[in-house]
């Protein structure tokens, strides 16, 4: 049976538990909710001084020269390839999740178009984030071309869905909700095998797992920025691209961002050359600059050291969840197997969001998803092996004293 | 002849001069750019350290709700209704002006789709900013369904472009480069003779001068917050909807923050009611937030009195103008017709671009837009008479002395 103190002294060999002193955390907190938004780092509010009172105070509208406001996108981009197995010149950070999969969509068809124009599915898993089906949707209905959104569940294996009519595999590569990971280099080859090119949304994934995405052979890939990397509510998004596709990619959402010479005003859309042909309009630089605070932390961590405490981490949640809360009605539903999970744990419970909420009441900050599920964010950079196990005794507690069940506990607000 | 100290009795007796108190203005500097980048109102700075400091560092998730941050885009939205003549739930506050310009036109789009098949040209003017074209011509490539852009110009009125083919009729309110004004009820009313739906852009406008959206009976229109709104750099755009429309539009940039239902996580996409199924993704809150500070500005000030003053603060620039640097080869090319007059004042000069970046040298900032344009905003909020005074007895003492022809003045930057 494993003890506090077993976890006193893990976290005392803990090589990132320097970290953690990068980070404003609230007192007497657990927060295992890094994956839904990630925490203030230090530098933050020092840095949105600096954009706020001088760059945009002082400096106006020269500041998008002399402050390089301007090239924001593709120089968080290039620093945030590093933590995507990304090249130079690979990525902008711009927009949402959203708007970047509706132009990698749009630029993924494209080329399908061209090369086979017969293929008109688009295969996305039923349980992928309902934005990216939203997404899909909305596209095709746009579209009006006869496009048909095709989704993998249990009845229908990833494997079985893909065939000669795919033109897009478009999924998440970590599973929002139970945190299952695929493996990126073999869903990959598979969808090559049969003709699609692959669309990856790692918002659960970017900053918590490693990601080769070259080395695994993805086509395109989007994701957030304000979960694991820590950027701040709704910190731009990002888009990366195949440098194979660099050439030849194109995307309707075509904005004076993106044009090859936005200052000559021209009235002619002529894209960008590589990446930047991704952005669009002006974007929300004091939130995009604070994204650079979370960026810097992690970019000085080693990323293998990050996933084997990752995996410590949440083994040790479900071990002690195991151990200590045996007795209760919690279904695991995040994959044991190291290679199939991400960085969060999940269990329903037939009492999910009332369980959740008197929790968040006692200090352990997590989340609850539809339908009854308890959904725990592990996040190496500031989260320790005790914190773990505080976290799963307040659980034990609120489970055996079934203080979960009063009133304020079952109200609901507009964000569950 | 004018003299200074005409307008220094002219700030004396000036009912807006109370407002220049509001804004943090850099010293030793006029600032003729606020049609371009808004200054900082004073309350940003404290407003942003309690985003930043207490609802994301200390609130974390909890500030979805707790801290209003997921109804930010409709308040805000609501509050900004008032200075475009909208009605309550008519305005949202989010994404770009690109990306709502493409969400407006393909609403537009659909519509004319089920009534008018046949209508498949869309008309704006050549001289328009060119993200709007280029977000038309984005919108026409990706749908494929024989849709046609038909520029107006001096060969080709507005009057003759509009014919029974046209489905919308996309306009900025004020010219970008040269200050004009379209007059908003005729153009609508002109448009809605021919069967087209109008979509106006009013990135100039907002704020700039009294907009009636409802009274000059629109259809949609989108515009920019970071202008005379002083949201700050790349803030938040927004986009309205007339009633009339609202329960029957659609738009295919369909993300989960325009689901009716968003937590419920269902896999089919559902509009939302009205005006929020414009919204798409996550939004960047810091930027969105900081927007509020100016926007309160801006609703304490009487818009017909912002008026008043802009036009006479633009006829003082045209009047000094002449009076002071009539021998040099300044051309005006705003309307000298207060009804067909935004809110700032644009001469075309052979060497425009040296002698704006001598102006910012000297401390008067206005900008450069291709060709040889300068611009020179204003805002009657934070300028008064003195300061157009001042800008024009600097561009005279710069034009006399020919101290723009300097190396240094001709270099570019990336953002011109």
């Known amino acids: ?38 925490v203030l780092p230090q530098g933050a509010l020092a840095r949105s001084q600096q954009v706020i009172a001088e760059q ?9 020269n002399d402050a390089g406001w301007f090239e924001l996108p593709a120089r968080l981009g290039n620093k945030l390839a590093a933590l995507l197995g990304a090249g130079a010149d690979e990525v902008v950070v711009t927009d949402t999740t959203s708007l970047n999969l509706f132009k990698a969509l749009a630029a993924a068809l494209r080329i399908q178009q061209q090369a086979h124009p017969a293929r008109r599915v688009i295969v996305s898993e039923r349980d992928n984030f309902p934005t990216d089906l939203y997404m899909i949707q909305g596209m095709i209905d746009l579209l009006q071309q006869g496009y048909e959104l095709r989704l993998t569940d249990e009845a229908l294996p990833l494997e079985a869905a893909l065939d000669d009519n795919v ?44 990601l080769a995405l070259n080395a695994a052979d993805a ?9 694991y990397l820590n950027g701040g509510p709704g910190s731009p998004a990002f888009i990366w691209v195949a440098p194979r596709h660099q050439d030849r990619f194109w995307q309707p959402l075509s904005g004076w961002w993106g044009h090859a010479r936005p200052f000559e005003m021209g009235s002619d859309y002529q894209p960008a050359g590589g990446i930047r042909r991704f952005l669009c309009g002006t974007q929300p630089i004091v939130s995009l600059a604070l994204l650079e605070c979370g960026l810097d932390i992690a970019l000085q961590a080693d990323m293998d050291a990050v996933r084997r405490k990752s995996l410590a981490l949440t083994d040790l949640f479900i071990e002690l969840v195991e151990q200590r809360c045996g007795e209760h009605p919690l279904t695991l539903i995040t994959p044991r197997d190291h290679a199939r999970r991400g960085s969060h744990v999940s269990y329903r419970h037939p009492h999910g969001f009332a369980v959740m909420q008197a929790l968040i009441a006692a200090g352990v900050i997590g989340d609850y998803r539809e339908p009854e599920v308890l959904r725990f964010g592990v996040t190496p950079l500031y989260l320790g092996y005790t914190d773990i196990w505080d ?3 307040t659980l034990k507690r609120i489970l055996d004293s079934g203080s979960w069940d009063a009133p304020q506990f079952h109200r609901r607000g507009a964000v569950t």
């Open 219 to 227: 086509d395109f890939a989007v994701g957030c920025t304000y979960k």
């Open 391 to 393: 976290a799963v005794d």
């Open 56 to 64: 945009w105070g002082q400096g106006l509208i020269r500041s998008w």
């Open 167 to 210: 033109a897009v595999l478009l999924l998440s590569h970590v599973n929002y909700r139970t945190g299952a990971m695929y493996d990126m280099a073999a869903t990959n080859a598979l969808a090559h095998r049969h003709g699609a090119l692959t669309i990856w949304d790692l918002a659960h994934a970017a900053g918590a797992v490693p």
């Open 1 to 38: 049976m494993l003890s506090r103190n077993d976890c006193l002294q893990a976290d005392q060999q803990d090589p990132l538990a320097r970290f953690r002193q990068q980070f404003a955390l609230p007192a007497d907190t657990i927060y295992l909710d890094g994956n839904s938004l990630g």
